[in-house]
Nanobody, 111 residues
């Protein structure tokens, strides 16, 4: 079973940027699609972005044009570049693949 470890969260001011990383314990090419989800307090977990083994991408409307998902197969890592961050982006961000969730990383956007 694959293990996923997220990193890169933190506190950032509105308009700022962060890059999240999701490191997999084995080849992400063999895993298939990898998704970034987020869950804000009192809200349901939602899909933010995903990338397939063929590098096709999906973005939710709320982040389209601001977030970019990418991957480095050699490093078994999927990234989420987040620009123009807003307070409503505050949430715990999770990586998901093949039925496995990472532990999450907190992103807080506040002045």
């Amino acid at each position: 079973q694959v293990q996923l470890v997220e990193s890169g969260g933190g506190l950032v001011q509105p308009g700022g940027s962060l890059r999240l990383s999701c490191a997999a314990s084995r080849s992400i090419f063999s895993i298939g699609a990898v998704g970034w989800y987020r869950q804000a307090p009192g809200k349901q977990r939602e899909l933010v972005a995903s990338i397939t083994s063929g590098s096709s991408t999906y973005y939710s409307d709320s982040v389209k044009g601001r977030f970019t998902i990418s991957k480095d197969n050699a490093k078994n890592t999927v990234y989420l570049q987040m620009n123009s961050l807003k307070p409503e982006d505050t949430a715990i961000y999770y990586c998901y693949a093949t039925g496995v969730w990472g532990q999450g990383t907190q992103v807080t956007v506040s002045s």
